[in-house]
């Protein structure tokens, strides 16, 4: 008499299992939503950092130039080596491409739309390189010195718009991923 029919177990059992499925997907839900916000902030983060590798860059450029008569492909090769510019892989893929067809100009707008897909920037940021591109290499070493100078202060003014960005956006970002995570899973449920 006191003892429970499995008959009556199996459809409390089976009204468990659905309802634990329906959190572990909601949780789901919520951790996606939550990780789109984020990772949306993280790109504004990398936007910056990829800036100022891209400013550091054009000022070691001018140096190179400046005080070693270095030849472009060649500082594209030593700055695909160094650690603090592998992130970019503009300079890589520059020198790849600069082998090819021998133009520098073509090959570095060229390695600007392969790095795209990995690359933060966005398009006035891409705009500022392009030109940049399209100007070194055509001048005397005073002139490709001017031109390094001239768009890294370009580069600095997007620098500092993208770093309020990150402040003012990169927040709202995570709170609207966290935010829609709580709206899906409150409807869903």
């Known amino acids: 008499m006191g003892e429970i029919s499995q008959d009556r177990c199996v459809p409390f059992i089976r009204k468990v299992d659905r309802m634990v499925l329906k959190i572990l997907g909601l949780l789901m839900l919520f951790s996606v939503c939550t990780m789109i916000g984020l990772l949306k902030s993280m790109s504004l983060s990398k936007r910056v950092r990829q800036l100022e590798g891209f400013q550091n860059a054009l000022d ?55 790095a795209k897909p990995t690359l933060s920037l966005n398009d006035g940021d891409r705009e500022v390189l392009v030109w940049f591109g399209r100007s070194l290499g055509t001048t005397d070493a005073d002139g490709q010195a001017a031109n390094c100078a001239r768009y890294g202060e370009l580069l600095a003014q997007r620098l500092v718009n993208a770093r309020e960005d990150t402040v003012k956006r990169g927040r709202m970002y995570t709170s609207l991923g966290v935010l829609a995570g709580v709206f899906c899973v409150t409807l869903l449920f």
């Open 60 to 114: 070691a450029i001018a140096s190179e130039i400046r005080y070693f008569a270095a030849p472009l492909e060649e500082i594209m090769e030593k700055f695909d080596s160094m650690p603090e510019y592998k992130e970019l892989l503009v300079f890589g893929l520059c020198k790849k491409n600069f082998l090819k067809n021998r133009s520098f100009q073509s090959a570095w707008e060229k390695a600007l739309e392969q």
